[in-house]
Every structure is written in C-alpha cells, then in structure tokens.
C-alpha cells in the first residue's frame, strides 16, 4: 500500500522561505513524483513535479522560486520554497505515480493515483 505523508508546513512572513518533505513507503518504483496545492474554493494544481529520471517541471508561477529534489536513499521527496507571496498560501500535497504519463500531463492531478493528506503553509504579507 502506497503511502505518503508530508511535513515541513508552517506559517512565514511574505519573503520567507520554508522546506516541505514527502516520506513516500509501499511502492519499489515510481515514475513520477510531485508537489500540488489547492486554496480555498480553488482548484488543485500543480507546483513541481520530478521524473525518476530527475527530470523536472514547474508551474510558471514557482518557477526561480520553489526548486523539488528527492532523496531516493531515504524515499523522501523536498520542495524548497524561498521568496514565499501570501498567493502561496494553500494545502500542499505530495503525489505520485509509478505507471509511464505524458510530459504534457505532469502538472495534472489527474495524472495521479496516490496523494499524501497535505500540510498547510501560510504566507502572511
């Protein structure tokens, strides 16, 4: 059984920086791994998503910003987010997928079955 739980939410002035991690156990092989987020009365969307290859891809709006790594020793996945805005502010969640996606479709939710419960980060101004 596939199991994902995040860390490393919190709360941070605009301008900060924060370090969220990905514990992933259950699986032997992904194909991708990634990091969405959904607001209030929003939809989920993707932030960064990275290849078992090590191949990434952000979202227009982290990009410079946000940077996702993993740790494949210790099948942890990070997403480190400096210069936080106060749009930052949602419920992240990690995601993977262990079966072969289009690379139009990596920033999808719908391109994954296994989601991690989230973890808040708040960005005041």
């Known amino acids: 059984q596939v199991r994902l739980e995040e860390t490393g939410g919190g709360s941070v002035q605009a301008g900060g920086s924060l370090r969220l991690s990905c514990a992933a156990s259950g699986f032997r092989q992904y194909y991708l791994m990634g990091w969405f987020r959904q607001a209030p009365v929003k939809s989920r969307e993707g932030v960064a998503v990275i290849h078992s290859d090590g191949t990434t891809s952000y979202a227009d709006s982290v990009k410079g910003r946000f940077t996702i790594s993993q740790d494949n020793a210790k099948n942890t996945l990070y997403l480190q987010m400096n210069s936080l805005k106060p749009e930052d502010t949602s419920m992240y969640y990690c995601?993977?997928?262990?079966?072969?996606?289009?690379?139009?479709?990596?920033?999808?939710?719908?391109?994954?079955?296994?989601w991690g419960q989230g973890t808040q980060v708040t960005v005041s101004s």
């Open positions: 995601a993977a997928e262990s079966w072969p996606v289009e690379k139009w479709r990596w920033l999808l939710p719908s391109a994954y079955n296994s």
